[in-house]
């Protein structure tokens, strides 16, 4: 039996020159060219701050990407799982920061890479996990490069800027054989709470404030390091502080997102991806219609919290995308009767998502696009 021709395009090594219309669905595609702009922009940005750019990866967690953010340099980088840091280590990539609380059981794959690369950094917010460094010291001669996390209001990770612990933890740091303090890393996130670029600066003013005089605590004990912040809404739109920082560590920015549009990090017209689906169902019992795309496909972040559901419904206003199971989406108007000659079965329908790195993480595999012609696929790393 010949194998149907929706079967063959899911199939098929490669579909370059192909329309997106080409692809079977859901199927999560960049805009190619958008990316490049948005890691342009912040490129030139940080240059003109005279900031190091440290972009992180876990958005994307793709190679093609990440050249693409780091200049072709493949140098410095942050991560968030080990599964990145292996990931890249492997292709080249070095002047890594595995930017996640010390996890006490995947301290000797962080040993191996750290006596593997040039540079491999860790982050830590609390004097057990120095200890267990102490006792896992680096063959010869090397010395763990630390940066101490601190909690600027944030309200995750990290010691708290104020607390005394937090200068003793950095001395103990800095006063340890066989470990370095590299730096002290705080991430703003609370930008994401932001509504509009005054609450934004406000925000990055505070945490850059924050860092800069927990780097004077530590000069008035003789001790000097670097210091990083980072979110995408903050260095989306810069303070003139952040400017006396070391380095800033943003990451979704590659993308972009509906949640970052609403922040005010950036327009929807910046937002480079998008997940494509199609209409498996009508039901006028319920004035609703039935999408290919579930939570499996999107995500589930957001909550459904927007006007428009679980995701912007591009070119299509009044549709909501009111809920999702495993597999499905149900898709009513906002008002009024939906006309379901618009949306036969088959038809296609474009997703702008919430939040780009919890639905980039559903798919494995990105079909890259230029213009609506598919150029490429790019293949994200998985795991932790």
């Known amino acids: 039996m010949r194998p149907s021709p929706r079967l063959l395009c899911c199939q098929a090594a490669t579909m370059d020159g192909e329309p997106l219309s080409a692809l079977c669905t859901p199927a999560l595609v960049v805009d190619v060219d958008k990316v490049k702009k948005n890691a342009k922009r912040m490129i030139e940005r940080c240059e003109k701050l005279g900031v190091q750019l440290r972009p992180h990866m876990k958005t994307h967690k793709t190679l093609e990407c990440a050249d693409i953010m780091t200049g072709g340099s493949r140098r410095c980088i942050v991560v968030s799982t080990l599964a990145e840091a292996y990931f890249y ?36 917010d609390h004097p057990d996990a120095l200890e267990l460094l102490q006792k896992r010291p680096l063959k010869d001669g090397r010395r763990w490069h630390v940066w101490m996390k601190l909690d600027c209001g944030n309200g995750r990770a990290g010691i708290l800027h104020s607390e005394p612990g937090a200068l003793r933890l950095a001395r103990a740091i800095a006063e340890t054989a066989g470990v370095q303090l590299t730096g002290v890393y705080a991430h703003c996130g609370n930008t ?62 590659v993308f972009y997102d509906v949640q970052q549009s609403l922040i005010g990090s950036c327009g929807v ?89 919890a639905t980039a993480m559903m798919h494995p595999v990105y079909h890259v696009h230029l213009e609506g012609i598919l150029v490429g696929k790019w293949t994200p790393t998985r795991g932790w």
């Open 89 to 124: 280590a492997d292709h080249g990539f070095d002047d890594i920061l595995y930017a996640y609380s010390l996890p006490f059981d995947k301290v000797e794959r962080c040993a191996i890479l750290s006596e593997r690369l040039e540079l491999f950094q860790v982050l830590l």
């Open 192 to 253: 994401y709470n932001c509504k509009g670029v005054w609450e934004i600066q406000a925000v990055a003013k505070e945490t850059t404030s924050f860092t800069l005089q927990f780097l004077e605590k530590l000069k008035a004990v003789g001790i000097t390091c670097k210091s990083s912040i980072g979110s995408t809404p903050s260095c989306s739109h810069p303070v003139q502080d952040m400017a006396k920082l070391s380095e800033v560590h943003p990451g979704n920015f």
């Open 269 to 357: 017209e910046d937002v480079a991806v998008r997940v494509l689906t199609r209409v498996i169902g009508h039901c006028p019992h319920r004035n609703q219609m039935l999408i290919d795309c579930g939570w499996t496909g999107l995500s589930l972040d957001g909550a459904g919290k927007l006007p428009t559901g679980y995701a912007v419904i591009e070119g299509h206003p009044n549709l909501k995308l009111l809920s999702m199971t495993q597999e499905h989406g149900r898709v009513e108007p906002i008002s009024g009767k939906l006309d379901y000659s618009m949306y036969p079965l088959g038809s296609l329908l474009t997703l702008i998502p919430y939040h780009a790195c």
